[in-house]
């Protein structure tokens, strides 16, 4: 029947089967969002997506939340300039990618998430993206990512096998010499620490299954700055 009408009989019609679900009471959702959607109302069909989506991740269903979330994002992007949102709209669907085991186009989500965004303090999404690229198996674009990250965070990698090779030599001697240190009181941590703490601990495991040596490495001194920081979390 709504193939017969036209654009615009077709947008009154799913705006006032919108309103008749919202009158009814417990709508679902999804047929909220796409009838809000089909009438051209993209506020309203932007928040009952997002509603829908995490309703859908409650359910597991994480590979529908995903679909959701991008249509939230196309609407948003049609809609305003709103980069907070668009920022927070990415994060959640890298979340539901992940979780949907679709981890490399979780890692693009949250690169999108961390370039749109407009704060300062998001290290953690490109973390989160060099993690993903890595757990799926994408090396190159992961240990770009990961190599680049971690020399602005004060962490360089060695830049080949032999000097890794040489790093993990040189740590274990250290360890058997003089063995770890004491773990220090608990203390606030900066921003500095507490996102290397962070980066090493994320991406240690999964450059390991890649690079050994270079994950021991990151393992080597996340220990290291666990202890020295006395988080109990780490």
């Not at 959607?37 to 009952?48: C, P």
């Not at 620490?193 to 999964?206: F, I, K, Y």
Request: contains cysteine.
């Amino acid at each position: 029947v709504l193939r017969s009408l036209s654009p615009e009989r077709t947008r009154l019609v799913h705006g006032r089967l919108a309103r008749a679900l919202l009158d009814v009471g417990g709508a679902d959702p999804v047929a909220l969002a796409r009838h809000y959607d089909g009438a051209g109302d993209a506020a309203r069909a932007l928040h009952a997506y997002r509603r829908a989506a995490e309703r859908a991740m409650d359910a597991l269903g994480f590979a529908h939340a995903a679909s959701l979330y991008r249509r939230a994002i196309t609407l948003e992007g049609e809609m305003s300039a709103d980069a907070v949102l668009r920022s927070e709209l990415n994060v959640m669907l890298g979340h539901a990618l992940s979780r949907a085991g679709r981890t490399v186009e979780a890692a693009r989500a949250y690169l999108e998430a961390h370039a749109c965004s407009p704060r300062d303090d998001q290290t953690h999404l490109v973390v989160w993206a060099a993690q993903h690229f890595l757990m799926g198996a994408a090396f190159t674009e992961g240990l770009s990512l990961a190599t680049s990250l971690l020399d602005g965070l004060g962490l360089a990698l060695p830049k080949n096998q032999g000097g890794a090779l040489r790093r993990w030599m040189w740590d274990s001697l250290m360890s058997k010499l003089w063995g770890m240190p004491a773990q220090a009181p608990r203390r606030a941590l900066e921003e500095s620490e507490r996102m290397r703490l962070e980066a090493t601990w994320n991406l240690a495991l999964p450059l390991a299954w890649m690079d050994p040596l270079r994950g021991s490495r990151l393992s080597h001194a996340h220990l290291h700055m666990a202890l020295a920081s006395g988080d109990p979390a780490h």
